[in-house]
């Protein structure tokens, strides 16, 4: 175990890291609407575009980090990130904005995916899930603040200025950097060759237990990146909600992901990550099919739906932190390739809710809804996977 890891100042350095994503997003959710009013194109785009990149770059970055360690590749991750970041706030059409979210996106996605990995390399199995569920504890506090400050600042000043404080972040980050330890020693480290990485990632998708907890956290994050995609749209757009009140019914629900987080470090010492899992991911159900059902009858209201969302998201506290550990867990040997996997997946999966939103948008929050029903019923056939090759205490 790397105790240097539990230390306050390192383990802020890795929960900022596991936030980059969620900050990146979540920062300009307000401001969505009046960028695509401003700038006269699909906004959505640029929310795709940085989950291709996000995603992609995972794959490429994963074997890198496995060859050479984990903190040359964040010191390349944080100055692209920086200059995506600026790079997007001096953009003058939508085309430059997306552009420019593909290189912030392959700076940003070594932060979640070397902080896992990182822990991975340092901790044992339930040691771990305590670790990522103090991660995805704090990463929750920024979804909450993002839209926040988000909203503010478009209150105030320009979009722009979301990226500009999004530049400065990276430059604190960067710096920062610094006072982290290096977890992958060199006699742990594999050469690096086209061939070995294909081959890992090869090893990663036919092992049977690793993908079953992958594929599950995806589905799952399909779900979850159809709110956080839709959201804006239907509490502003379709309800009427102000911009610079759309953080809170946003950060309402991290806060049931910070409540479920806590929770959850307790409860895996008393229960498998499977049984937990189970849980989790059939109240995520029920939630998806209240939210289903009242928005079709139209009944409730924007009350109904924050309160099911609520419920939904809650259980992103427990499904996130276990299905990581699990999956982790059962490649030991590649955690920079198979942390890259499940980053790669897991963000990617937003690229196919915004695509379907785009595809079936009508105004109203159906699509949004019946996306999330649809890919919460596919992460527990996921789950349910029979596999007899699971370890024990699985």
């Avoid at 806060?255 to 987080?261: I, T």
Wanted: hydrophobic share 55%; proline share 4%.
């Amino acid at each position: 175990m790397n105790d240097k890891l539990t230390r306050p100042l390192f383990l802020a350095i890795l929960c900022t890291l596991m936030a980059f994503a969620s900050l990146s997003i979540d920062l300009y959710l307000p401001a969505m609407p009046l960028m695509a009013k401003e700038l006269h194109g699909d906004v959505e785009l640029t929310v795709t575009a940085f989950l291709v990149g996000f995603s992609i770059a995972q794959l490429i970055w994963g074997p890198i980090s496995d060859s050479f360690g984990r903190r040359l590749p964040l010191y390349i991750g944080m100055l692209m990130f920086i200059v995506g970041s600026a790079g997007c706030a001096l953009s003058k059409n939508m085309e430059q904005i997306v552009l420019w979210r593909i290189v912030q996106a392959f700076g940003a996605c070594t932060g979640p995916m070397l902080a896992r990995a990182m822990i991975r390399d340092s901790f044992s199995r339930v040691k771990a899930a305590q670790m990522f569920s103090t991660l995805f504890f704090f990463m929750a506090v920024a979804p909450i603040v993002g839209p926040l400050i988000g909203g503010q600042i478009i209150r105030f000043s320009s979009w722009r200025v979301i990226f500009v404080t999004l530049a400065a972040l990276g430059v604190i980050m960067f710096i920062s950097l610094f006072a982290l330890p290096e977890t992958l020693h060199e006699d742990k480290r594999v050469k690096l060759s086209f061939a070995n990485a294909f081959n890992h990632y090869l090893v990663l998708v036919k092992n049977r237990i690793f993908m079953k907890y992958t594929l599950c956290l995806t589905f799952f994050y399909v779900a979850a990146y159809a709110y956080m995609t839709g959201s804006p749209f239907v509490y502003i757009s379709y309800f009427g909600v102000a911009p610079q009140y759309f953080g809170f019914l946003f950060g309402l629900n991290l806060l049931g992901v910070m409540a479920m987080s806590i929770l959850n470090r307790r409860l895996v010492l008393r229960y498998s990550l499977k049984q937990l899992l189970k849980i989790a991911v059939f109240v995520s159900l029920l939630a998806a099919v209240i939210l289903a059902l009242v928005v079709k009858i139209q009944i409730g209201g924007v009350v109904a739906v924050v309160l099911s969302i609520f419920l939904f998201f809650s259980m992103n506290g427990i499904i996130a932190a276990n299905t990581t550990t699990a999956a982790l867990d059962a490649a030991p040997s590649l955690a920079g390739s198979a942390s890259a996997t499940i980053g790669a997946l897991q963000y990617g999966s937003g690229i196919v809710s915004t695509l379907l939103l785009a595809y079936f948008k009508d105004g109203t929050p159906w699509p949004m809804a019946w996306i999330m029903l649809v890919f919460t019923l596919a992460s527990i056939v996921t789950l349910l996977w029979p596999n007899n090759t699971v370890k024990s205490g699985d």
